[in-house]
């Protein structure tokens, strides 16, 4: 990240380009990735799966930095929800 100010990260877009975004943006963009691959409906660039923004019909999760709470509390939500169906499976064996 040499000649990019510290506040600030360049990712590399699915179209070749880069783009600047915060590297909290990156992170989450990651653990969204990590969670499930980006659903769009091929024109828009937001997943239909967690609402984030993604980089193109294709690419990665990018949140800007206003969709970084609502992802941060969807990822905290989706764990719940595991968590009690595995509870709930276990329960019932």
């Given at each position: 990240m040499s000649g990019v100010d510290t506040d600030r990260a360049i990712a590399k877009r699915a179209g070749g380009g880069e783009i600047?975004?915060?590297p909290e943006a990156l992170q989450m963009g990651s653990r969204l990735d990590e969670h499930h691959a980006p659903e769009t409906n091929?024109?828009?660039?937001?997943?239909r799966r967690c609402g984030a923004q993604t980089d193109g019909p294709d690419g990665p999760h990018i949140p800007n930095e206003r969709q970084l709470e609502r992802a941060l509390q969807w990822l905290d939500a989706q764990s719940l929800s595991s968590g009690i169906d595995?509870?709930?499976s276990q329960r019932h064996t």
């Open positions: 600047v975004v915060s091929g024109w828009m660039s937001v997943c595995r509870a709930r």
